[in-house]
């Protein structure tokens, strides 16, 4: 319940007063005798949520609410832990599960995800916490699936898909030639999370972003290593046949660049065949 009231600052000294008989009817604990005092101070206009724009009213309802909601996360989660046997049990039987105990299962790992989901964006930069919070995010992917639970974690679609298409800037943009496979890894890993979870990820701004990249770096790159006389068979003139191509290191990481344009579903499959 909210009561508020307002008139016009008057001075220090009558400030103080009213603040100090305010107080005092505060102190009793009593909201009806506070209520009485607030009229007598500050007459019988009054103002409630209602009196806010709605955006100001929902921002105020969804910070009051949060202590409660985060008190009710823990509840489910403890009763997800308490009865995560029985839950497996019914599962594994292939029995209704009470829908009490799946829901439960669905909030306690919906909480734990988006909180997951949160330091990963948080630590991106800090190998070790990304590897960690991956980790844990893949064994709530694959802990959900397991138990059939249809988990509330859409704020996670956004923030993956613009970690993706971080990732996925950095290693085309800047990349790292030493740390190219453990960052084209990295992409990898996170559309298959993104899948895992079943967020439906929206990737067409990293399809967009890989095929300029494809067209501009990628092939011209591919074309020119494949014209070098080291990449080509070269003819055994004992027998006719030709030996088999010398991969250069070059060439293997252009082939993993052309598998992940597969992985975002960029038609690349003419190049990796001609490997």
């Not at 011209?220 to 030709?242: C, E, R, T, V």
Request: proline content about 4%; hydrophobic content about 35%; some cysteine.
């Amino acid at each position: 319940d909210f009561h508020c009231c307002i008139q016009p600052f008057t001075g220090r000294n009558a400030y103080i007063k009213l603040k100090d008989k305010l107080f005092d009817a505060l102190k009793q604990a009593s909201a009806a005798h506070t209520i009485i005092a607030t009229g007598q101070i500050f007459g019988d206009e009054t103002f409630s949520l209602q009196n806010l724009f709605a955006e100001e009213r929902h921002r105020i309802m969804k910070l009051l609410s949060q202590e409660t909601l985060s008190r009710v996360d823990q509840l489910y989660t403890q009763v997800y832990r308490d009865n995560y046997g029985v839950l497996m049990a019914f599962h594994r039987d292939e029995l209704p599960v009470p829908q009490e105990l799946q829901v439960a299962a669905e909030i306690a790992l919906s909480t734990r995800c988006l909180h997951y989901v949160k330091e990963l964006k948080a630590n991106y930069d800090d190998f070790p916490s990304f590897s960690s919070n991956m980790v844990e995010l893949e064994a709530i992917a694959t802990e959900a699936n397991h138990l059939h639970c249809h988990l509330n974690i859409v704020k996670a679609k956004p923030t993956l898909e613009k970690l993706i298409l971080r990732s996925l800037s950095s290693l085309l943009e800047s990349g790292n030639p030493d740390t190219l496979t453990s960052d084209i890894h990295k992409v990898d890993r996170l559309i298959n999370l993104g899948n895992q979870l079943h967020l439906g990820l929206s990737l067409d701004k990293c399809q967009e972003f890989y095929f300029n990249c494809l067209h501009s770096q990628i092939l011209p790159q591919w074309q020119s290593l494949m014209k070098k006389p080291d990449n080509f068979p070269d003819k055994d003139p004992g027998n006719g046949h030709h030996s088999s191509p010398k991969i250069t290191k070059n060439l293997g990481e252009i082939k993993q660049l052309l598998q992940l344009g597969q992985k975002l579903a960029v038609a690349v499959t003419p190049w990796v065949k001609g490997f």
